[in-house]
């Protein structure tokens, strides 16, 4: 459950799942666009880097995609929210190591370390807030925007109890199955799907042989690069996780032909050679003595 939650790295769901017209067209051109911008955006090491680039993919963004339909908009938004919360946090808690000060700030780096999380929480939870606002006065939602609304509800976790976490958690693989139903072919769900599949426990409903399917499934239908690298990895790591390392390699080579410049994917492939999957990647930092400068 704690890789699961890593994944996840982010009740109230039903009510806006609600059968309607697909995006198309400019609409999922946009998102595509986007969820590519996220992709690439791991071409950089530092922070700072990927927050300039995000920046000014947002700048392109607006000037290519101001026209597409308010529920592309609010897509994008909440995909570009996601990314820069994620680089801002990695900043953050790289900042100490980078300086070599660790020890000499510890009660300063709490404080400030309580400040990052509460700026966070108040970001993914006026991010959550606009999409349920949205699904409210909306109806017809596209399976794609059900998706993104569950990716952000998960992206909430870390900032409710306990109890409201197993609310969410609770019928989790119904609920992809649900968006599944609503667009059979939707890369990302499938690729979530096949992941929540892949850890939870067959008592709760986890089905590892049907993980692989529904990710295998989300390759096919990839409809960006994003989408692809998601695929490729994820069959990558649970092919590693079961010991079954030519396949392991096969996707992975795979999605490093793709971009040769991804740090994520080559931190991967270091920590598989020296024997870890990526779920297990803070064990394999340690033993390198250091961290993940992001």
């Not at 606009?130 to 017809?140: D, G, H, I, Q, R």
């Amino acid at each position: 459950m704690k890789r699961f939650f890593a994944i996840c790295a982010f009740g109230l769901f039903g009510m806006v799942l609600l059968f309607g017209k697909e995006l198309n067209g400019k609409d999922l051109q946009a998102v595509h666009w986007v969820l590519d911008a996220k992709y690439y955006v791991d071409n950089y090491e530092k922070s700072e880097e990927k927050l300039a680039f995000l920046t000014q993919k947002e700048m392109e963004f607006r000037e290519n995609y101001g026209d597409v339909s308010e529920e592309a908009l609010i897509i994008c938004k909440s995909i570009f929210i996601l990314a820069k919360e994620t680089a801002k946090i990695s900043a953050f808690y790289n900042l100490d190591e980078s300086m070599g000060q660790a020890n000499k700030k510890e009660k300063k780096d709490k404080a400030e370390k309580k400040e990052r999380a509460a700026e966070s929480e108040m970001v993914v939870m006026n991010c959550f807030k606009e999409l349920k606002a949205f699904a409210e006065n909306n109806s017809e939602m596209s399976a794609c925007f059900n998706y993104h609304y569950k990716e952000v509800e998960f992206s909430t976790l870390p900032y409710l109890s306990t109890n409201e976490q197993l609310g969410i958690l609770k019928n989790v693989i119904e609920d992809y199955r649900k968006i599944e139903e609503q667009n059979p072919k939707l890369s990302e769900n499938l690729f979530m799907l096949g992941t929540v599949l892949y850890f939870v426990p067959k008592i709760a409903g986890g089905d590892k042989k049907e993980a692989k399917e529904k990710l295998i499934l989300a390759l096919e239908n990839a409809g960006c690069l994003y989408e692809k690298n998601s695929a490729l990895v994820m069959l990558s790591q649970i092919h590693f996780e079961d010991k079954e390392f030519d396949e392991a390699k096969k996707y992975l080579d795979e999605a490093r032909k793709m971009n040769l410049k991804n740090k994520s994917v080559e931190l991967i492939a270091r920590a598989n050679e020296a024997g870890y999957s990526m779920f297990r990647m803070e064990n394999y930092l340690k033993k390198q003595g250091g961290v993940n400068k992001s």
